[in-house]
């Protein structure tokens, strides 16, 4: 008798507390075997029965845990966040070294076994699918070919059609240096051709970019030292990457796509976003212009992105 009033006693405060037993917090900070290598992955919550939100990287090589710790503070009430270093960046990088060189191919099947990895560990169907940049490259691929496995996608500055967008941006920043007769920035892009023939032509591109986007300390923010290290293991990659176009190679999506644009993005060439966003087929798609953001819209404006992300947990379950 006893043991069935203390049992209906903690029924009762369940419902009061709005308390679920099978809930807990989570954070966590270790590797999974994915695809031959320990890969690292952060798993934050304070409720583990809350969907799960899979944050794809940018670089490709740039871990996204310098300028996302903040953000998922103010996610994990409504999620499981997690954070993943790819293969050769940040801590998995300094857990073990990928084989070289690293394929599209491996990128595609990391991304995949990272995703079946969290959906069998929390014991889900879906999840929420955020790529930004590099990660847009990877995340578009995975959504055409694994719909069925996500709630939505959420697209931040997407690598859409990048020689496109290359092309765009060179000719607005070889323009401005013109008009501004800024005879470095002229005989530096001068050099520069779409495709790029080597690390350096995407970098005086990264530059001038920074430059003509408010940044006139660009060789701190972009000092040449890190694209030099950075190019023979991602260079290669980064360039077959960029040879796909997804206005063309994915014109319909068979889930919930969502297009997070800054209006002052020249590195994903905002006008291309949006031509995607007006041409792909979805079962429901929304674009999301971020009038502030040039193209690191979560470090640029991260309060409007979180409120965003949460709107569309709300309005896709």
């Known amino acids: 008798m006893q043991l069935v009033k203390v049992t209906a006693f903690l029924f009762l405060l369940g419902i009061c507390c ?7 917090a989570i954070k966590t900070k270790n590797g999974a075997e994915i695809n031959g290598l320990k890969q690292y992955i952060e798993v934050q919550t304070k409720n583990s029965n809350k969907p799960i939100l899979l944050f794809l990287h940018g670089g490709p090589g740039f871990s996204s845990r310098p300028y996302f710790n903040s953000i998922k503070k103010s996610l994990d009430d409504e999620f499981i966040v997690v954070q993943w270093d790819q293969r050769e960046t940040g801590i998995t990088k300094a857990w073990n070294q990928a084989p070289k060189p690293i394929t599209l191919s491996q990128m595609h099947q990391d991304t995949e076994e990272v995703i079946d990895y969290l959906l069998r560990r929390f014991d889900r169907e879906k ?9 847009g490259y990877l995340g578009f691929t995975y959504a055409r070919n694994h719909p069925e496995k996500l709630h939505a996608y959420v697209s931040v500055s ?49 530059k001038w970019t920074a430059y003509f986007n408010g940044n006139t300390n660009v060789s701190k923010a972009y000092p040449k030292s890190l694209f030099e290290s950075w190019a023979p293991v991602w260079f290669d990659v980064f360039q077959e990457a960029s040879k796909e176009n997804f206005i063309v190679s994915t014109p319909e999506l068979e889930c919930p796509i969502f297009f997070m644009i800054a209006r002052k993005d020249l590195v994903a060439n ?18 999301i ?20 992300v949460l709107r569309i947990k709300e309005e896709i379950r």
């Open 127 to 135: 999840l929420y699918l955020v790529g930004f940049s590099w990660g």
């Open 158 to 206: 997407g690598m859409i059609s990048n020689w496109d967008s290359e092309e765009k941006t060179l000719d607005l920043i070889q323009s401005k240096a013109k008009e501004e007769n800024l005879t470095q920035a002229i005989q530096e892009l001068g050099g520069v051709q779409v495709p790029f023939e080597n690390w350096e032509q995407l970098y005086f591109q990264r």
């Open 289 to 308: 212009w971020f009038q502030e953001s040039t193209h690191e819209i979560p470090s640029d404006e991260p309060k409007r992105f979180v409120e965003e």
């Open 18 to 24: 709005g308390y679920s037993f099978g809930q807990q």
């Open 270 to 287: 905002y006008q291309i976003s949006q031509d995607y966003f007006e041409a792909i087929k979805a079962p429901k798609k929304e674009l």
